[in-house]
């Protein structure tokens, strides 16, 4: 009923940016929160940013001051946009949603959606 396509993934040099957007489609009511994950090799996925439908956000203490997250309600898209990346940042990132969705026959429930995940990776 709900999915989530990442987009925006990629090679990029240290230092540089990179701008990863993830849309949300499907029987949505509302959206509660939406954010971004990462994975490296060996190491459990971990919260990089979180947005709330009120717009407050969260990030990983590696990432403040570098990446910023948006979203856009209407059109059911949230972005992250990753500047003066570094090698530590290559890993796959995972776009996730909190949901409010349809259930039949009638109503409503809370659904997470995770997205397929998208590599980033920053090397010379």
């Known amino acids: 009923q709900v999915h989530l396509v990442e987009s925006g993934g990629g090679l990029v040099q240290p230092g540089g940016s990179l701008r990863l957007s993830c849309a949300a489609s499907?029987?949505?009511?509302?959206?509660?929160?939406m954010g971004w994950y990462r994975q490296s090799p060996g190491k459990e996925r971990e919260l990089v940013a979180r947005i709330t439908n009120v717009g407050t956000t969260n990030y990983a203490d590696s990432v403040k001051g570098r990446f910023t997250i948006s979203s856009d309600n209407a059109k059911k898209m949230v972005y992250l946009q990753m500047n003066s990346l570094k090698p530590d940042d290559t890993a796959v990132y995972y776009c996730n949603g909190h949901f409010v969705i349809r259930q039949l026959p009638a109503g409503y429930r809370s659904l997470e959606v995770w997205g397929q995940g998208t590599l980033v990776t920053v090397s010379s």
């Open positions: 499907g029987s949505i009511i509302s959206i509660n929160a």
